[in-house]
Nanobody
Framework: QVQLVESGGGLVQAGGSLRLSCSAS????????MGWFHQAPGKERDSVAA????????YYADSVKGRFTISRDNAKNTGYLQMNSLKPEDTAVYYC????????????????????WGQGTQVTVSS
């Protein structure tokens, strides 16, 4: 069992930056692939970025490429999502997710592929 807690959300003006953190407890986080998703009101939960447990493979949605960076520090059991050049359309609740029993370079992009979820953190970007 892995427990995930997100932090770092908030209100920011367009063009600003935020850094989300996902703190994991329970089993060895270092062997879990991790992903970030967002969900706006009335919309589905969509993948934003994903990273393998080794950190050597990453994925980004087209809408965030060049603006967001996913990373992890396995020694601290923490994952991160650095969000730069934020846009009003980035406004959503952001969730981190984890999945165990993965390959060295595997990452996952769909909600169905993840076993554990955090409670979410709100990100609001004003124009």
């Amino acid at each position: 069992q892995v427990q995930l807690v997100e932090s770092g959300g908030g209100l920011v003006q367009a063009g600003g930056s935020l850094r989300l953190s996902c703190s994991a407890s329970g089993r060895t986080f270092s062997r879990y692939a991790m992903g970030w998703f967002h969900q706006a009101p009335g919309k589905e939960r969509d993948s934003v970025a994903a990273i393998s447990w080794s950190g050597d493979s990453t994925y980004y949605a087209d809408s965030v490429k060049g603006r967001f960076t996913i990373s992890r520090d396995n020694a601290k059991n923490t994952g991160y999502l650095q969000m730069n050049s934020l846009k009003p359309e980035d406004t959503a609740v952001y969730y981190c997710a984890a999945r165990g029993l993965t390959g060295y370079s595997d990452y996952y992009r769909s909600t169905e592929e993840y076993d554990y979820w955090g409670q979410g953190t709100q990100v609001t970007v004003s124009s």
